[in-house]
T-cell receptor, first 121, second 111 residues
């Protein structure tokens, strides 16, 4: 199946600093990537939809100036948490939607990355 | 997007069959039903997808009644490693579709 990677897998930073998380589709091209946030014992919450070469579409309540998303290529999207604060500590997960059918797969299936654990001190 | 309702948690024992039912009363004609599995500190993993009747793969079976207002994910002979959260999602299988995750069902498999 299609593989999505995230880097880093975990990060600890000081309050006020910015953190960049990368999401890569390793063996397929993804015109669309999605960013989710998940707090402990809660479900995934969609933050934004990232389309290659265009601005991201943010969900209601998500600050676009705080969570900067760049989708510069068909295999890479980045999420930058700017001026991070302890309340931004969470598990950030990306997914990539396959652009074309993969062997045994579905045309519009989403493949999820392993997630990035962000802890802001 | 159709809203889904699942039990919050279920306990089972190794070797048993686990059935998780999801309600989606306002499912639309072009909606598909998809189930994902998520282990702690990992991203969700696709399990199975269906539109109607029954779908089976090497991991699970998905039963969908004729009215499609509910669906049941069946995990045969679970093992300890099947302990996870299982999410039922309903939505169109179309370009641009985004997934909306509900609360999920936390399945605990005991020895």
């Amino acid at each position: 199946g299609a593989v999505v990677s995230q880097h880093p897998s975990w990060v600890i930073c000081k309050s006020g600093t910015s953190v960049k998380i990368e999401c890569r589709s390793l063996d397929f091209q993804a015109t669309t990537m999605f960013w989710y946030r998940q707090f402990p014992k809660q479900s995934l919450m969609l933050m934004a939809t990232s389309n290659e070469g265009s601005k991201a579409t943010y969900e209601q309540g998500v600050e676009k100036d705080k969570f900067l998303i760049n989708h510069a290529s068909l295999t890479l999207s980045t999420l930058t948490v700017t001026s991070a604060h302890p309340e931004d500590s969470s598990f950030y997960i990306c997914s990539a939607r396959v652009r074309q059918p993969v062997a045994g797969g579905l045309y519009n299936e989403q493949f999820f990355g392993p997630g990035t654990r962000l802890t802001v001190l | 997007l159709a809203k889904t309702t699942q039990p919050i948690s279920m306990d089972s024992y190794e070797g048993q069959e686990v059935n998780i039912t999801c309600s989606h009363n306002n499912i639309a004609t072009n909606d598909y039903i998809t189930w994902y599995q998520q282990f702690p500190s990992q991203g969700p993993r696709f399990i199975i997808q269906g539109y109607k009747t029954k779908v089976t793969n090497e991991v699970a079976s998905l039963f969908i009644p004729a009215d499609r207002k509910s669906s049941t994910l069946s995990l045969p002979r679970v093992s300890l490693s099947d302990t996870a959260v299982y999410y039922c999602l309903v939505g169109p299988k179309a370009a641009g579709n985004k997934l909306t995750f509900g609360g999920g069902t936390r399945v605990l498999v005991k020895p």
